[in-house]
Nanobody
Framework: QVQLVESGGGLVQAGGSLRLSCAASGRTFSSYTLGWFRQAPGKEREFVAAISWAGGTTYYPDSLKGRFTISRDDANEMVYLEVNSLKPEDTAIYSC??????????????????WGQGTQVTVSS
């Protein structure tokens, strides 16, 4: 089991950057695939990025490639999401998620068992 706590959200002007952090606690962190998802008001949850438990392969939806970078620090049990060139449409609650030994379905939110509480990102125009 793993517990996840996000931080780093806030109010940012369009064009700015943010680094979101997700601190994990639990056993065998390095064996978890980690993902970031976001949900804007009135919209469905959206897959943002994932990083695998073996080798750290990263996955992004085509619509978000280029502005989002996911990374992990297994020694410190952290996962990060860097977002550049922020747009007002990036406004959402960003949540990290974890699933043990996940090898497929990177963007399938229902396949992740563990979730953080989320951190709000608001981008002003």
């Amino acid at each position: 089991q793993v517990q996840l706590v996000e931080s780093g959200g806030g109010l940012v002007q369009a064009g700015g950057s943010l680094r979101l952090s997700c601190a994990a606690s639990g056993r065998t962190f390095s064996s978890y695939t980690l993902g970031w998802f976001r949900q804007a008001p009135g919209k469905e949850r959206e897959f943002v990025a994932a990083i695998s438990w073996a080798g750290g392969t990263t996955y992004y939806p085509d619509s978000l490639k280029g502005r989002f970078t996911i990374s992990r620090d297994d020694a410190n049990e952290m996962v990060y999401l860097e977002v550049n060139s922020l747009k007002p449409e990036d406004t959402a609650i960003y949540s990290c998620a974890a699933e043990l030994l996940k090898v497929s379905g990177w963007g399938e939110a229902h396949e992740y068992h563990y979730w953080g509480q989320g951190t709000q990102v608001t981008v002003s125009s």
